[in-house]
């Protein structure tokens, strides 16, 4: 089965700065997706940003980015430019490529991420 | 127009009460998933659809029972509420295969008192 750990359950950051949360997974395949996805207060559920394992570069999506170490299994978020409204709880997610996960998300513990004015 | 809807979104009751989440999405997805959120935010999946036929069950209690009407549609019915139960709920859905995202609901707070 597959882990996702996230090492930090709670970081903070000043606006305007840059943030990066951590998360390793252990799995045996070789095809999978990542994800971060946000939870802020509001309890939504919102995806920031996906990786597809077979891909090397590094995804972005405007002021988020991933640093993705296939070989080290680790999978790790950069907030820049940190805004007010980047607080919230951020979860890394797993999800198998393979048929008999069907698509199910392992998540990790989350971090809450706190933002300073 | 809210992609996937949950209702209620809060639903406080007592020990040994059946109650049901009922979810809703007109994204066109054919499959449809069930997520617990339990008081330390913990994140697990429960059961997951695809085109109205069950194809996750993660060892949860019989005591819940998932019912799939359509594709459109995925209810949660749970029987003899129980104080671990109270946790919130999410609904999610997704297009067929792994590399479509899943669009979730905002949650349904489950409250046993």
């Known amino acids: 089965a597959q882990t996702v750990t996230q090492s930090q359950p709670e970081m903070s950051v000043q606006e305007a700065e840059t943030v990066t949360l951590s998360c390793t997974y252990d799995?045996?395949?070789?095809?999978?997706?990542l994800f971060w996805y946000k939870q802020p207060p509001s309890r939504q559920m919102i995806l920031v940003i996906r990786q597809e394992a077979y891909k090397q570069q590094n995804a972005t999506e405007n002021r988020f980015s991933v640093n993705f170490q296939k070989a080290a299994k680790s999978f790790s978020l950069k907030i820049s430019d940190s805004q007010l409204g980047d607080a919230a709880m951020y979860f890394c997610a797993y999800r198998s490529a393979g048929g008999t996960s069907y698509g199910k998300l392992t998540f990790g513990q989350g971090t809450i991420l706190t933002v300073h004015p | 127009d809210t992609a996937v809807s949950q209702t209620p979104k809060y639903l406080v009751t007592q020990m040994g009460n059946d109650k049901s989440i009922k979810c809703e999405q007109n994204?066109?997805?054919?499959?449809m998933y069930w997520y617990k959120q339990d008081s330390k935010k913990f994140l697990k999946i429960m059961f997951s659809y695809n085109n109205k036929e069950l194809i996750i069950n993660e060892t949860v209690p019989n005591r819940f029972s998932p019912k799939s009407p359509d594709k459109a549609h995925l209810n949660l019915h749970i029987n003899s509420l129980e104080l671990g139960d109270s946790a919130v709920y999410f609904c999610a859905s997704s297009r067929p295969g792994v590399l479509w995202p899943q669009h979730f609901g905002d949650g349904t707070r489950l409250s046993i008192l």
């Open positions: 799995t045996s395949e070789s095809d999978y997706y």
């Open positions: 994204l066109g997805h054919d499959t």
